[in-house]
């Protein structure tokens, strides 16, 4: 028998619901006939009974060697960990410490696998207990009368999220703005709902992710699912003030790289991603009423490194640090976090203080209009700027119903879209900076202009990417996955 992997695993999601008519008599049968105690008050055993089956379906259906991980200490159902102490908008399901009763019952009726976890030491990272449903619940699950599509979530969950200065979530009072993107966020979850998402070249669609994600979980592989039921998109605000932060977050495509994300298919057409160049820099130019595009049109990323000759290398590690630098509040944290985001594997370099510190004054002196936002902690307000760029763009999309996926500062749109995208990108570059110049840059996907040019110089190839664009390359795990999830549409495909 394998023995099972449980690094390889995901949260409980402690939103997870159904309103579908055939979900409550399986809960129902189950909790009469194994699970009830009469000790508890039955409408919320059922509840957190429910949350936890609908989630070990899922999980099941998705990946079958996948384990859910879940608090088993019932702080973290009031301490913030989980939710914070008392009536929460983040808490839509009440959910409480009934989930650890729940998880110990089905586990002594043999319904689910159990590993408990544990605190952490040097050598070993923190680890949540796991649970995985077992042969005697894959039965049931086998037999029940919903599907895979059936569950979603609570549609009280909350998509505005508020956070203080130590990420904890916080409660804050309605306004005409916070409704205003919060009834945008339901508009384009449910735009992303009905999409399909998906890389045909996945037969079991599951990603392994580079070193550098391995090493924070002590060397061990770390993967990302490509699930229908992970594409959920919420704004979170940091600081206390919706001033700062409101990125868009969520969806399983922001976790994987360029070049898995160039390979997504959206409702089976190829894509294009495009995103800004040196964003960040130019929008803390603008700040200073600035226009760098205008000031000068070299590469904000160029300042020598006295350990590093490789001239790709020095680029990508100026951009890490200087980024870093407009989010980092001190010299300390910028140091910090810099020799725990490089990829060291790929940058075999040591950057003793020294070094560094001569990087951000050289950076400093290269751009001296805005050296008083580094170490300042303006990232988040600046962040805040960009995810305005990004509200602007999907307010377009979701009007005409087309599909587009954010990676912050990038976006992917289907085939055919890219000339409307590149059009609204500097709209909302202007929009939010009052500033006219700003470079916008393709992966190496083909666009329709590139394509239609082609017609004429090169036939062959006009044609065979023609057919590939029309039918890629899909695995027998991405038919199966794009036909189920057709047919739960009501669509008919060829």
């Known amino acids: 028998m394998k023995e099972r992997d449980y690094n390889h695993s995901r949260p409980l999601d402690v939103h997870r619901w159904s309103n579908y008519s055939e979900v409550n008599p399986f809960i129902d049968e189950l909790y009469n006939n194994d699970i009830k105690d009469v000790s508890e008050n039955a409408n919320i055993q059922k509840k957190h009974l429910k949350l936890v089956l609908l989630d070990l379906f899922i999980a099941w259906i998705d990946d079958p060697e996948l384990n859910i991980g879940v608090h088993m200490h019932e702080g973290a159902y009031s301490d913030g960990t989980i939710f914070n102490k008392g009536k929460s908008r983040y808490n839509e399901l009440n ?38 449903g077992k042969d005697k619940l894959i039965k049931l699950f086998k037999d029940a009368a919903f599907s895979y599509f059936d569950i979603n979530y609570s549609k009280d969950r909350e998509v505005v999220i508020l956070r203080n ?13 916070t409704e205003a993107i919060r009834e945008l966020l339901h508009k384009y979850n449910e735009l992303l709902r009905t999409t399909f998402i998906d890389i045909p070249e996945l037969d079991i669609p599951r990603i392994e992710l580079k070193e550098k994600k391995k090493r924070q979980r002590r060397n061990k592989p770390v993967f990302v699912n490509i699930s229908h039921h992970d594409k959920f998109t919420r704004r979170i605000f940091n600081n206390s003030t919706f001033e700062e932060g409101g990125r868009f977050y969520g969806g399983w495509w922001q976790r994987v790289d360029e070049s898995h994300r160039s390979r997504i298919r959206l409702n089976n057409k190829a894509t294009v991603e495009i995103d800004y160049s040196a964003l960040h820099v130019i929008l803390a130019y603008a700040k200073v009423n600035v226009d760098y595009w205008k000031l000068t049109d070299k590469d904000p990323y160029r300042v020598p490194i006295d350990v590093v000759e490789n001239p790709e290398h020095i680029r990508d590690i100026n951009k890490l640090f200087f980024l870093l630098s407009l989010n980092a509040s001190n010299e300390t944290s910028l140091y910090k976090a810099f020799r725990s985001e490089l990829n060291y594997k790929e940058y075999p370099y040591t950057f003793p203080d020294k070094v560094l510190a001569q990087l951000l004054e050289d950076i400093k002196l ?70 006219e110049r700003v470079r916008i840059k393709y992966n190496a996907n083909i666009t329709e202009r590139a394509l239609y ?42």
């Not at 006009?462 to 795990?477: E, M």
Request: glycine residues 6%.
């Open 95 to 132: 959910i409480k410490v009934s989930t650890i009763k729940v998880v110990h019952r089905l586990r002594d009726l043999g319904f689910i696998g159990f590993k408990k976890g544990y605190e952490g030491s040097v050598e070993y990272a923190p680890r949540l207990s796991r649970i995985w």
């Open 165 to 177: 200065e130590d990420k904890v979530d916080l409660e804050y009072e309605d306004n005409e703005t």
């Open 366 to 435: 290269l751009h001296p209009k805005i050296a008083h936002l580094i170490c300042s902690g303006a990232g988040l307000k600046l962040m805040n700027l960009d995810s305005q760029m990004v509200e602007f763009i999907i307010k377009d999309f979701v009007k005409t119903n087309t599909p587009i996926l954010t990676i912050h500062d990038s976006f992917v749109v289907p085939f055919g879209q890219e000339d409307r995208l590149h059009k609204l990108m500097n709209k909302a570059f202007m929009f939010v900076s009052k500033q």
């Open 453 to 494: 040019a082609s017609q004429h110089q090169d036939r062959d190839f006009y044609l065979d990417t023609v057919s590939f664009l029309q039918k890629g390359n899909p695995s027998k795990g991405y038919e199966f996955r794009m036909k189920r999830h057709y047919k739960w549409l009501g669509i008919e495909r060829e």
